[in-house]
């Protein structure tokens, strides 16, 4: 997406909804359910800002992080730092010890606002000298206290200033301070509102967490941008979806990862397409997952390709074909990783295997610069990589067919060297995914036995019966998968692992390789036959 000559700020933004005195926010929750007027939502930024301002020690960057799920306060304090210049630190509640710590040294938070539950969990780290104070805690409360009826009177703000840090889910490494300016949180808000024409008689239902990118550009700042009741959840619920969405009248909700497939999960029911739900948006849905929750829940579900770094984005439209992330935009290419040149487009066997994997298969680059890219904070080497050439480097795999549609083909550290050729982990993944008894499949490497390259390995997830056998026969009739990507081993697991946002670790799989708890069946010979993998000690891998 491109950017207007002059993109908004999150104070503008604000600051258009000062004297609104319909509902703003509410907090969705099973023991409460607060409502405050976006007029009242604009007073509490004020005074969430002059509150921080306070306690802030004095020196250093104007850093805060804030360990919490979706409370009032993560609304109160993004909006706090508009006001305050000060920038917000989304900390992720998952991450202990030492990682947890390692994040609030990167990111300089001089203070650490934690919800009650959480604070404890940064008790004998090593912070950098970072305050800290639970958001029930004296301390916090009597600031607030004491700053109550502040004046509306932020400060100065240009597009490019920095408001948030976010961390990438860290499926690939450590995870990445993310440098979120005010343009990249409100421009996307701004822009999806009007696309989708939202105003303030709807209801954002807001129940992604708030320290990732999804749920403050897709789903905060939209229904901001669009003057719109936000209705925010602690935590996601599969099964609390579709009741909080009847409860509160949400027309609109975000999402990120595989949230559908939990609440497509979830027991049907006759009426559940009466409810108020006419837009889904997010990314990274499952193809089948799309169709399937439009058609039960009666909405309109638009799956885009993007990243917490912003540099590349772009949506399906109507007339894009199963499996595809759609047409690039402009400036958007495919590149050679080696070479830096365009791929050629896929070509496509009878038997509709790809023939040019090795031609065809690239890094997504944006060829004209950073896009919405703003730089990773405290990694210099890291944003060095993404930004070469003057292009900026997804380290996405792709390819286009012959009418320009890209398809996804995994992580560069996903490329798989088999026999000698380059494999891509997403293109066996959605074939697998064609078996209705798959509920997931996750593709990923492992060392070869003959010590050469890497053999294919998958993590499977069933929601019905599927016997070694007739998983070889169903290998055996996809005429677009060729042998050379059948699965050496295949392990059985009762739920894949995954990152905050739903993301699936791979590393962590691959890490366990065939020496897992879960049942793992493996193909000894050159066809689709698979048997139950034997240890060394006798007993079943």
């Known amino acids: 997406m491109s950017a207007p000559a002059t993109p908004p700020t999150v104070t503008e933004l604000l600051l258009a909804r000062r004297d609104d005195t319909h509902t703003g926010l509410r907090w969705v929750d099973t023991d409460a359910d607060r409502a405050w007027s976006w007029a009242e939502h604009v007073q509490g930024c004020a005074e969430h800002a002059a509150a921080v301002r306070a306690l802030l020690p004095a020196g250093g960057p104007p850093h805060v992080g804030l360990l919490a799920d ?23 509640p998952t991450r202990r010890g030492t990682a947890l710590a390692r994040d609030v040294r990167l990111a300089d938070c001089r203070l650490v606002l934690a919800d009650p539950a959480y604070a404890p969990l940064l008790a004998g780290l090593d912070l ?55 343009a990249k949180v409100a421009f996307p808000g701004h822009m999806l509102a009007e696309r989708f024409g939202l105003s303030t008689r709807d209801v954002v239902y ?11 550009m897709a789903g905060w700042s939209v229904g901001l941008a669009a003057g719109a009741t936000i209705a925010l959840r602690r935590r996601f619920s599969a099964s609390a979806f579709l009741a909080d969405v009847r409860r509160v009248g949400a027309t609109y909700a975000n999402y990120v990862g595989t949230p559908l497939s939990y609440v497509l ?17 997010g990314n990274e849905g499952a193809e089948a997952d799309l169709t399937a929750f439009a058609e039960r829940f009666g909405c309109h579900v638009v799956d885009a390709f993007g990243s917490t770094e912003g540099g590349v ?18 400036g958007v290419a495919v590149v050679h990783p080696e070479t830096g040149r365009p791929c050629p487009p896929a070509e496509f066997g009878p038997d509709g295997t790809l023939r040019n994997a090795e031609e065809a298969v690239g890094e997504l680059v944006n060829t004209t610069g950073p896009g919405w890219f703003a730089g990773y904070y405290g990694d210099p080497a890291a944003e060095a990589e993404r930004l070469r050439d003057g292009r900026y480097h997804t380290g996405d795999l792709a390819y ?43 593709v990923y490497g492992v060392p070869d036995p003959s010590g050469i390259g890497d053999a294919v390995m998958v993590a499977l997830v069933l929601d019905g019966p599927l016997p070694p056998e007739a998983f070889g026969e169903f290998l055996a009739a ?64």
């Open 70 to 92: 979706n409370v009032p306060e993560s609304s109160f304090l993004l909006g706090g730092a508009a006001f305050g210049g000060t920038v917000l630190v989304g900390l992720n």
């Open 400 to 442: 286009l067919d012959a009418d320009g549609f890209c398809y996804f083909a995994g992580r560069l550290g996903d490329w798989l060297r088999v026999g000698g050729e380059n494999l891509g982990t997403a293109p066996i993944e959605r074939v697998l995914l064609r078996h209705p008894a798959v509920a997931e499949a996750a």
């Open 478 to 541: 996809q005429r677009d998968l060729g042998p050379r990507q059948w699965p050496r081993y295949v392990r059985i697991a009762t739920e894949l692992p995954r990152t905050p946002t739903y993301k699936v670790r791979k590393r962590a799989l691959a890490a366990e390789g065939t020496g897992c708890a879960d049942p793992v069946w493996h193909r000894a010979g050159p066809e689709p036959v698979y048997a139950p993998l034997v240890s060394a000690t006798g007993g079943a891998g």
């Open 265 to 281: 999960a979830t027991p049907p029911g006759p009426d559940d397409a009466d409810n108020p739900l006419r837009l889904v948006y």
């Open 128 to 182: 950098g000298g970072a305050r800290v104070l639970a958001l029930d805690g004296p301390e916090w409360t009597g600031a607030l206290a004491a700053h109550r009826g502040a004046p509306v009177e932020p400060v100065a703000a240009r597009p490019d200033d920095l408001l948030m840090l976010i961390f990438t889910s860290g499926t690939s490494g450590d995870p990445k301070a993310v440098r979120c300016t005010h």
């Open 206 to 216: 807001v129940a992604m967490p708030m320290f990732h990118s999804n749920a403050v």
């Open 313 to 330: 984005g772009f949506a399906r439209t109507p007339d894009t074909p199963p499996g595809s992330l759609g047409r690039l935009v402009d």
